[in-house]
Structures are given as structure tokens and as C-alpha cells.
């Protein structure tokens, strides 16, 4: 027990100081970064894609900031799963009300069965695409934009070695469902290891309209789960690099409670094992942050029950000292993304002493959640986004069971709850 109890601390002691290395690397990083935006003559024609089923609680604050771009040349274009859907109705009254005349909506057209819902939009949506457009952005209706996002999106790409652009999205911990700061917590850290993996996220993202012909992704799109995460492997293949810009971390305020986020962390970590290009590395994160802090709280517990009171506590000191650690982290964290998001305008409340201490109980929450969601992911074979069933048998082996048009009655009852 006693070499069990030092390699255990000792384990505790050096993943947290991994940790707390890759924290200040990314915040370095964050703050070094000075944009360099290119003039308006520079800027190529740039076309700006949203997929859409549901209506999301801010869909309308979305469209409203994509439509108020400082960007000379860029066209909207929508895809709506259909005319029955909610947003179809609500993006109709936002355009009409701004008086907007750079932005066409589409309904879906074709519903593929071997890839998701998502990507077949995507396909139609590039592939009424014409050669005017030299650049593509992508975005999520969860997504509220500042007016510069698209220029600070699409200047990196003017360099030959770039291929792609890419942000991210931050949460914030101040929700009224444990589940929205559960997602905050696993957000913090995978913020990061995004960054590090170089991995795409989908909700903010812009390719060259020649690079993406070059990797052949519409043909990777028709038989896939998730639209981003396998575009690391391809830019790679060609030698191009993805460039994280700093400045366009996006704050999303949506809510959401433990039921649907276990959906969503579930279908996360399938696309994650399935196409994430450093997966075993998430398996050894997992055993660091996940397993050995349970196999801790374990081993206290069979050392109480022994009446090993002072072996007990010298662990239980080790825990604390550990979950205080990845507390003071996140505060870190915290602090340095509110400066990018106050440049962006945006208003962030105060962390009060109580959001502290639901955060510190948020950290051993988060990882039995994301523990209990990696182990069922072993056999998941099946999952449920926006109200349809996928069956998942490998990469490329993706069945859609069975389509049907999203309602006003699939709307989530809070309204700032995430679809």
C-alpha cells in the first residue's frame, strides 16, 4: 500500500505540473499573437456557410453578425434542413429585417444515408458554390460573431502555407445546470489540446476554395460523422498547416443539463476515437486526469474502512492539493480568455466566490462524467444529434436509421438551452 500511495501521489503531482506547463504555453501563445489584418483590396470573395436543423436560442443574434461583417466582398449562404423547420421562419424575419441582400437560403435537397445530416448540407452548400469564391468559411448557428471575424478568419490564409484557419468556442461557468459546468470544465482542457493536436473546430473555420478541391474532402464528407476533426490528417497529407487564431475564441452562452450533454460528450468522443489524429493520446490524457484521480479517491476510501487514518489523510491532502491545482488553472484560463473576449465587446459577469466553489465540484464531477461517457464510447455503435439516429460500424461506415424533418415541438422548452 505504501508504494501504491507514492506513485499515486507522485502521479497526481507530475500530470498536474504537465498540465499547468500546457496552460501557460496556450496562454503565452494568446496574448503573443498580434493580428495583422490585410487591407479591403487584399481580401479575396469569400463565401460564409451555415447548416441549419432547430433553431438554436441565439440563432438570430448569429445571423444578425454575420450579415454586419466589416468584410468587402462575402456572400451567406444558409441550408435549412426544410421549410418546416424553425429556423427557417426565424432567419427569414432576422434577413428581412436588416434589409440584407448578400445571403441566399437553400433547403436540403438530398438526404444522404452514409454520412450525417451536417455533412450532406455541407456538400450541397459547396457544391452550388461557383468559382467566383475563393475562399470558404464555416460556421455554427451556436456561433455569435464580433464584426472583424471574418477578416481576422481569412487573412492568415493569404499565406501559401496555410491551408486553414480555425477558432474555438469558450463557455461560460456561470450556468444554471450542473450539466453547462460540467461542458465548461472539459472545455478548458480541450481547448488546449486542441491548440496543441492543431485540430480543426467546425464552428469557426476557413479553407482555401483550392485547397479544399485538393484534398478531395466533398468525397470524404459523403461517407463521414463529423465534418471537421479528420481535416487535420488531410491538410497534413499535403503538407499545409491549420493556424489557431487567438482572437476568435467565441463565447457561447447556451445551457445545458446533464441528460443532453452525455449525448453530446457521446458523440464527441466517437468522432474522437474515430478521426481524431492523436486518439491514443486522449486515452493516455484520460488515464492521467480521469483514472488515476478515481483509483485516489478509491484507495482513500479502502484506507478509511481499514482505519489507516493518517495514510487517509496524507492522500486525501495529495487530492485536494491536485483539485485545487486544476482550480487555479481554470481561473487562470478564465482570466486570459476574458481579455480576448473583452476585446471583442463582449459584456462577461464576475465570478463570484459561490461560481468558484461549484467549479471546484465541478472538477471531480467532470471527470466521472467524461469517464462514465469514454467507457460506454467502447461499444456505442449508435447515437442520437438533433433528433436522429445514426448507427456508427466504423470511419466510413456511417447509416442515417432514419430521416425526419425537424418541428416546432423538438424545440428544447428552455430557450437558451443547446439543441
Known sequence: MPDLMIFLSQSLLSWLIIQACLTLVFLWYLHSHKPKLLPDEQLPKTAVILCLRGADPFLPNCVRSLLKQNYPQYDLKLIIDSKEDPAFKIVTETINELGATNVQISTLRAVRHNCS????????????????????????????????????????????????????????????????????????????????????????????????????????????????????????QHKLQIKFVPSLLMLNREESNLQNLLESLKRLILGSRLYHPQWLAIVSEAFSSILIPNVVIIVIFQLLFQAQWYAAALLLASYVSYTMGLLLLMLLMELGVHKVLSHQGEQLPKLSPFTIIKMLIAIPLTQWVYGLVMLSSLWTSTITWRGLTYRVQGRENIRLVEYRPYQWLDQPIDPKASL
Not at 188 to 214: C, D, H, Y
Request: charge should be negative; proline fraction near 3%; aromatic fraction near 10%.
Open 117 to 236: 445530416l451536417k455533412c450532406s448540407a455541407l456538400l450541397q452548400a459547396v457544391s452550388d458554390l461557383d468559382n467566383a469564391y475563393q475562399v470558404i468559411a464555416f460556421i455554427d448557428a451556436d456561433t455569435i460573431v464580433h464584426p472583424h471575424w471574418l477578416r481576422e478568419l481569412v487573412t492568415p490564409l493569404m499565406d501559401a502555407k496555410v491551408g486553414l484557419t480555425t477558432g474555438n468556442r469558450w463557455y461560460l461557468p456561470t450556468g444554471n445546470y450542473w450539466g453547462s459546468l460540467v461542458r465548461y470544465s472539459g472545455n478548458v482542457s480541450t481547448v488546449v489540446q486542441m491548440f496543441l493536436f492543431q485540430i480543426p473546430w467546425g464552428g469557426t473555420l476557413a479553407i482555401k476554395t483550392e485547397v479544399l478541391n485538393r484534398i478531395e474532402l466533398l468525397d470524404k464528407w459523403g461517407e463521414v460523422l463529423t465534418d471537421d476533426m479528420l481535416l487535420h490528417k488531410l491538410l497534413k
